[in-house]
Nanobody
Framework: QVQVVESGGGLVQPGGSLRLSCAASGSSFSISAMGWYRQAPGKERELVALITSGGNTVYADSVEGRFTISRDIAKNTVYLQMTSLKPEDTAVYYC???????????WGQGTQVTVSS
C-alpha cells in the first residue's frame, strides 16, 4: 500500500515550468513503479509519466520531451519536472503506483496545474 501527498501545482504562463512533488508512505515504495496521472474537467484520468523501480521511464506522447519524472528513494518522493507548459496541460495531477487506472482504489487529493496567460 502506497499513500501519497501531491504538491507544487499552481498557475503558470504558457511556456513556463513547474515542478511537482509526491511524498509517499509505505514500505513498498522502493520496489514499486510510480506514475504521474492527470485529469481535466470532463475527461478521464490519464497516465502522464511512469518510472519503474529500476529507474526506467515512460511518457505519454503528449508530454514526451517536455516532462521528466524522477524519484528520490531516500526521501520517498517522486517528482515531475514540467517545462514548455501548454494550456492543454491544465489538469489536476496525481501520483500513484504504476498500473491500470481502473484497478486503483486509492487516490490522493492531487495538485492543480493551470496553464494560462
Amino acid at each position: 500500500q502506497v499513500q501519497v501527498v501531491e504538491s507544487g501545482g499552481g498557475l503558470v504562463q504558457p511556456g513556463g515550468s513547474l515542478r511537482l512533488s509526491c511524498a509517499a508512505s509505505g514500505s513498498s515504495f522502493s520496489i514499486s513503479a510510480m506514475g504521474w496521472y492527470r485529469q481535466a474537467p470532463g475527461k478521464e484520468r490519464e497516465l502522464v509519466a511512469l518510472i519503474t523501480s529500476g529507474g526506467n521511464t515512460v511518457y505519454a506522447d503528449s508530454v514526451e520531451g517536455r516532462f521528466t519524472i524522477s524519484r528520490d528513494i531516500a526521501k520517498n518522493t517522486v517528482y515531475l519536472q514540467m517545462t514548455s507548459l501548454k494550456p492543454e496541460d491544465t489538469a489536476v495531477y496525481y501520483c500513484n503506483r504504476g498500473g491500470p487506472i481502473a484497478t486503483m482504489g486509492y487516490w490522493g487529493q492531487g495538485t492543480q496545474v493551470t496553464v494560462s496567460s
